[in-house]
C-alpha cells in the first residue's frame, strides 16, 4: 500500500535530505531541487514511510531496489541535463529518477525489464505530473533504437560492461553515465561520443548496484 500526501513532517525531512546530499558535495543546485520537490515516500511502501527520507536505498519489490537519494543526485549531476533535452534510462524501478529527470524538464524514455514493476509505474498516479515522461517495458542492452538517438543515457544498474548498441544510440556530443564493473562494486563512467566512431571516458565514485541483466522478465 502507499499513501500519497504530503505533510509538513515529510517536508521537513526533506529539507534535511537535501541538506545532506548537499554535504557530500553534490553543487548542482537543480538537483537538490529536483530532489527537493519530490515525495520520495509516494515511491515506496507505506512501511517504509517513516524512513523514505534517509539516505539509503530501499527494496521495491522483485529483489530490486530504489537507489540513494546520494547517488541517484550524483548521477543526474554527471549527466548534465539541460531542459528539452532527450534522456534514455536504462533501469526505471520505482520511477523515482526518472521523476527527478522528468522535474528537470527533460524527455524522458526509461525502461524497464520487469514486467511487474513496469505495470506498477505504469499506474502510479504521481506520473501524471510529468507529461514529459515515457515507460518502456523491454531490454536496456537493446535501448530504444525506435527513438534514438538520445542527447544523454542513464544506467541504473550495474552493467558487466559497456553495452555497444547504447552508445550507438548517443548522439555525437551525448553523454552516458554508466556503473561498470563486477557483482559487487562498480565504478561510475562517463562516456562522450566525440565523432562517429570516437568516444571520451572519465571515471568517476565506485557504488553498488543491483545487476543489469539481459532480457526481458514476463
Ligand atoms: N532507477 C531506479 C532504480 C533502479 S534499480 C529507481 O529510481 O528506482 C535497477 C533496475 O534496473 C531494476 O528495476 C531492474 O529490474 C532494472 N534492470 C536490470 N537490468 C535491466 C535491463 N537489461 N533493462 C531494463 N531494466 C533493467
Known sequence: MRRYDDTYKQKGLRKQLVDSIRQKGITDENVLQAIGNIPR??????AFE???YEDRAFPIGEGQTISQPY?????TQL????PYEKVLEIGTGSAYQACVLAELKVSVYTIER???LFETVKEFPFKTKYPNLRFFYGDGY???PT??????ILVTAAAPQIPEKLLHQLKIGGKMVIPVGSHDIQRMLRITRMGETEFDQEFFDNFSFVPMLAGKKG
Open 50 to 52: 517513516g524512513i523514505a
Open 79 to 82: 549527466l548534465e541535463v539541460r
Open 142 to 144: 537493446e535501448g530504444l
Open 71 to 75: 547517488t541517484v543526485a550524483y548521477q
Open 114 to 116: 520487469q514486467k511487474k
Open 41 to 46: 515516500h509516494y515511491f515506496l511502501d507505506t
Open 147 to 152: 527513438y534514438a538517438p538520445f542527447d544523454k
